[in-house]
Each structure stands twice: as C-alpha cells, then as structure tokens.
C-alpha cells in the first residue's frame, strides 16, 4: 500500500519528484495502473447535481508550473471531476514531474481525477519527444521504462460527460459508430487486430478539426491520421446524440479555440511549452450542467 502522507507531499510540493528513487516512483506507476485497468475505454461520467462542475485539462508537455498553477485553481472550485486529456510528458523541462503528480491525484482520489491517452502516451513518441532519453538519463535501465508504458496501455481514451459532452486528446474518429461499439470495454479487452479499432483509437489520438474542410482527409501527422471538417463532425454528433466535445492537441496563441458554430472546443494547458518558446495563455474548460467555458489560466 501507498502512504496517504507520501501522496500528500509530492502533491504539495511536486519539485520533491526529482529527488524520488525508482522503487518509490514504481510504487505510484503499480498502484496507478491497477486503477486504470478498472476503467473502461470510454468512461461514462455524470453529475448528480446541477451545480456541480467538471474540470478538462489539455496538454501539459512537462510544464509543471502551469500544471501546479491548475491544481491551486482547481481547489476552490471544487469540481466533482477533474479530467486530463492527455500529452503530460515529453518536450517540457518537468515531464517525470508532471507525469506522477497527476498520478499521484489520481491514486488519492480516483472517482474525481481521470486520466486520457493522448498520443504522446506511448513509447515511440517518447523516443522522438524527449520523454524516454530523459528516463533513461535518470533510471539508466530501458527495462524500468515498461512500468510506464503499463500505464499508457491501460489508460482511457474519451469520457462522455452527462451523455452529451465526450472529451477526448485529439479528434473523431471516422467510424461515426466508433464510441458506442467500444462503450463497456475495459483496456485489457481491447481487440486490437480488428482493424476498425486500432485506427479509430489512433484517430481519438492524433485527429484535427478544420474549419471549411468537407469530409476526412489526409493529415501531415501520419499514416490513418486526418482531419476532419464540419460537416462530418455534425453528422458524428447527431448520431450520437452529442451536444459538444472538448479536445486538446493543438495550441493556439489565443490559448483556446472554437471550432464549427461553438460545438467543438481546443484547450490547450501549457503555457511553456519546450520551455523555450514564447508563453501564450493556457487554458482549461469548465462543464457545468450542458454548458462548456474556455477560461485562461492566470
Ligand atoms: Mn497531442
């Protein structure tokens, strides 16, 4: 078992992180993962009263500031979920940090905090992004990266808020019946030969909205990744019975953006980004009943 009071320290002070050894480190991946293993791939979620909130996070990309900035804004507001939409390492100065402090509240309390898979959240990002050379720079042993990699494989990829809001990292997929065939799946039963599956959860991923785009088409991010414009969204949400979706993936200097008449919001939560490029605002989305605010993190 983990110590309520080590959790409590590496939440309050998440600089003591660095200083952790790995045994201590896998103590927080082990009893994370089971936690995650619990889920299933798209998480039904609802509040059970009118003013309760939801809290969607985009990227963090080891930025830890803006992560720390969040959880301090986070507190008072009391929202009765905090979702994370994924990409918390790679690129920024603090990605181990960032990593197991959102691992750290999610062990403390798992009905409030979730965790999405972003596509940074597997191995062969890591090695281009900075993530892996980083760990092994610390842990030296390539071995103790699969406790990581545990965690990517077991996360979740969309919550469906009150049934009519799904947050997810990237975008929709093209299989417009996508959500409901994987609705009651946990990670571990995922059929990944089935081809369907593996490119839908790959475009939950990596897609993109694009204004005054018909169709899906071709992405510059990759093989089956696309974009995807308006008119397919519209047609997605109406068969599923959606009034909005919350995505994070890209980042835009006015720190959010929406897209397709205000039914698709782009959050984006680092502010530092690489920690070297200009700061432009990060942001976070407010759910309250059927309604979602973009606000700014200051
Ligand atoms: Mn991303």
């Not at 571990?188 to 959860?201: G, Q, R, Y």
């Not at 008449?261 to 939560?269: A, G, M, V």
């Amino acid at each position: 078992m983990i110590e309520q009071s080590f959790l409590n320290n590496i939440i309050k002070n998440p600089y003591l992180i660095t200083k952790l050894d790995f045994d201590q480190l896998s103590l927080v991946f082990r009893e994370a993962v089971k936690l995650f293993r619990e889920e299933t791939i798209i998480l039904e979620l609802k509040q059970k009263y009118p003013h309760e909130k939801v809290i969607v996070i985009g990227d963090l990309h080891g930025d830890l500031k803006s992560l720390m900035r969040l959880v301090e804004i986070i507190k008072p507001e009391n929202p009765k979920y905090v979702i994370f939409l994924g990409d918390i390492v790679d690129r920024g100065l603090y990605q181990l940090e960032c990593l197991i402090l959102v691992l750290a509240l999610k062990i403390k309390d798992s009905n409030k905090f979730y965790l999405l898979r972003g596509n940074h959240e597997t191995l062969e990002v890591n090695k281009n992004y900075g993530f892996f050379q980083d760990f092994l720079k610390r842990f030296k042993d390539p071995k103790k990266f699969n406790q990581v990699e545990a965690i990517y494989n077991a996360l979740p990829y969309c919550v469906l808020v009150n049934e009519s809001i799904l947050c997810l990292h990237g975008g929709i997929p093209e299989d417009i019946n996508a959500i409901n065939r994987l609705r009651g799946t946990k990670t571990s039963e995922i059929n990944w030969t089935f081809e369907n599956t593996a490119k839908s959860l790959l475009q939950i991923m990596w897609n993109d909205p694009k204004p005054n785009l018909k169709g899906f088409t071709e992405s510059f991010r990759g093989k089956d990744i696309k974009f995807f414009g308006k008119d397919v969204f519209t047609d997605f949400m109406r068969e599923n019975k959606l009034d909005y979706l919350i995505r994070a993936h890209e980042r835009f200097p006015e720190g959010y953006k929406w897209f397709f008449n205000k039914r698709l919001l782009s959050i984006f939560s680092s502010a530092n980004y690489r920690g070297t490029v200009p700061i432009i605002p990060a942001s976070y989305a407010i759910i309250r009943n059927k309604t979602v605010t973009p606000k700014i993190i200051s």
